[in-house]
Every structure is written in structure tokens, then in C-alpha cells.
């Protein structure tokens, strides 16, 4: 195997990786930075439960940011293997 075509297999494992990333973190169409958790707290005096909710950071991948990402990969893997192929000889 050749520089290009490893080159090549490197970028399409990268763009597989990033798109399982992408499915594995909610599979969002929307990169978001923040995301909502529930906060239990329970009152020392009389043993209550209260559930409050706050943002805290979080970075969430979106389809417009990946897609694209793994479409230049792919395009560049492709690119590669072609160049890569041995030119017939004509004799």
C-alpha cells in the first residue's frame, strides 16, 4: 500500500469516526454548546425533594458542521485513491 491510499484510508476511518461521533452525541442537526441537567437537592429540615434545572457546558456536534467535514474528507480520500491508480503502459 502506497502513501496515498494509507493517506486515503486514514481520511475515510477520520470521517467515520466523526460521523459516529455525530450519532453517538444525540445525532442533533444543530451544533450546540450547553445542555440542560436536572439538579436533585433534598431539604435537611423536613427531607423534601426539590428538582431544579440549569444549563452547564456541554459541546454537542450538529449535522452542519460534520456533514460537511466528512464530505471534504471523503472527497479528499477519493481524490487520493484515484490519483493513486498505476497509469496502464501502452506498448
Same mark, same amino acid.
Given at each position: 500500500?502506497? +502513501?496515498k491510499?494509507? $493517506? *486515503?484510508?486514514i481520511l475515510f476511518v477520520i470521517a467515520i469516526g466523526a460521523l459516529?461521533?455525530?450519532f453517538a452525541e444525540g445525532?442533533?442537526?444543530?451544533?450546540?454548546? #450547553?445542555?440542560?441537567?436536572e439538579v436533585? #437537592?433534598?431539604?435537611?429540615? $423536613? +427531607?423534601t425533594t426539590t428538582t431544579t434545572q440549569k444549563w452547564e457546558p456541554h459541546f454537542t456536534p450538529g449535522l452542519e458542521v460534520i456533514g460537511p467535514a466528512?464530505?471534504?474528507? *471523503? +472527497?479528499?480520500g477519493v481524490w487520493l485513491l484515484i490519483s493513486a491508480r498505476k497509469?496502464?503502459?501502452v506498448s
Open positions: 500500500m502506497n +502513501g491510499k494509507l $493517506f *486515503a484510508t459516529v461521533w455525530w445525532h442533533h442537526p444543530w451544533t450546540s454548546t #450547553q445542555r440542560m441537567v436533585k #437537592q433534598v431539604d435537611e429540615l $423536613f +427531607g466528512c464530505a471534504v474528507l *471523503a +472527497g479528499l497509469k496502464k503502459v
